[in-house]
């Protein structure tokens, strides 16, 4: 899809924002006033139907029209990546942009601080109270906060070192997951004929959110495994409520994934028809059985039931 972008031509405002995320998306889109002009804008503005944007910058994603920038940028961080994958990431970073835009916001309203309407030549002895005030009061309230906001997050670890060196500081707080080269990322064709020949997809007991989630990202396997027409069936990480060993529970925490059987049902819930654990999960289909695999029959056994349960979901 090809976005327009429609702001002011000749205004370095609000829009700067929305043209900085697309850009650095690498996201296609039309900057439609710089090419149809302030004329154009107003036109289409006004021809916006029922719930019309109040001023630019706005999006037309399809029929689709959104307005206000962090309310494009919360659009663009989810449906592009850009931002975090978890809900809480997202509104985190949502906050951030809406805090950015109050500064901005103040920082315009110093050059009219009686009207928008008023030149700044009409206003100019209150506009120049209003900037000492910005300076010493406003400006370091808000720096301050960005600073302590930078402090008090920590530094981004790579994978094998989180969790080799650090030990998956289990026990911890997982502020956030980065996918690097997902965009790049292809699965071989080998992958894909093997899932679309499949007579059975077993989603293994595994981390939902750094093990199988990364494989599910990668362009082509999620919709593979959807368009299949074999049985989906996931078996739960969790033995009795809790994780055999690692991080899990914090990065389900992190996802914002419930901690036990309803967690694969939330983490692959457009892809199973069904789990495998050791209790049930409200009305979802699971079957219900010891999951705890410590020997070689309790594996056996594990796996013989596993493709019971996927064949009768599939009869």
Known sequence: MIYDLWYWPGIPGRGEFVRLALEAGDIPY??????????????????????????????????????????????LGEKHRLAPASETGRLWVNQLQLTIADIVAEAHDVHHPVAASLYYEDQKKEALRAAESFREERMPKYLGWFEQVLK????WLPFQEFMINERGKDGGEIEDVELIGMDEARPSPEAINAIESSDVIVIGPSNPVISIGPILAVAGIQEAVADCGAPVVAISPFVHGRAIKGPTEDFCRWAGLLLGTACVFEAYSDLIGGAVADEPAGDFPVHVTETLMNTPDARRRLAEETLEFAASLAA
Request: charged fraction near 30%.
């Open 152 to 155: 008090v997050r920590g530094d």
């Open 30 to 75: 039309r900057d439609r006033a710089r090419s149809e002009g302030e004329r154009g804008l107003i036109a289409d503005m006004k021809a916006r139907g029922d719930q019309p944007p109040f001023a630019p910058p706005y999006l037309v994603a399809g029929r689709r029209v959104i307005a206000q920038t962090a309310n494009i940028l919360l659009f």
